[in-house]
């Protein structure tokens, strides 16, 4: 009995662990796309340097190294960092700046329209 709990423990751990995981790897992978844009911008330009200076060394398929390249690190560096986090016991769910990720909406904030100054102290005649 108590070897069936360890096993049932131990699998609901590891799934707890990929769930972690594969959270960061979304979340990491969308802060590089979104808040990452000029280092995105960045890649393209030393990766577009470095295709035309490999086409003289291989004509066929510089752009495919360079771009390949480019793309593994990438994946690699998202992967390295998320398994990072994931084994140093950092969850996504106790992350302060990741509300938007839970559903959480900011309640701090409240709208305020232009014409307010005007019409919130109109009252309607009796």
């Not at 960061?24 to 979104?34: R, S």
């Not at 030393?46 to 994946?75: D, F, R």
């Not at 994931?86 to 769910?93: E, K």
Request: contains cysteine; proline residues 4%; charged residues 10%.
């Amino acid at each position: 009995m108590a070897l069936s709990q360890s096993q049932s423990f131990r699998k609901v751990y590891y799934l707890l662990m990929l769930r972690s995981f594969l959270i960061w790897a979304f979340t990491l992978t969308v802060c590089l796309l979104i808040v990452g844009f000029p280092l995105v911008i960045l890649m393209v330009t030393v990766g577009s340097l470095a295709a035309v200076v490999l086409q003289s060394v291989m004509p066929a398929s510089s752009v495919l190294v360079v771009a390949g390249g480019i793309l593994g690190i990438n994946i690699l560096g998202i992967f390295l960092a998320s398994a990072l986090l994931t084994l140093n016991g950092v969850h996504p769910q106790e992350v302060e700046w990741l509300r938007w990720l839970h559903g959480e909406a900011d309640v701090a904030t409240t709208s305020v329209y232009a014409s307010c100054p005007l019409t919130c102290e109109v009252r309607r005649p009796a």
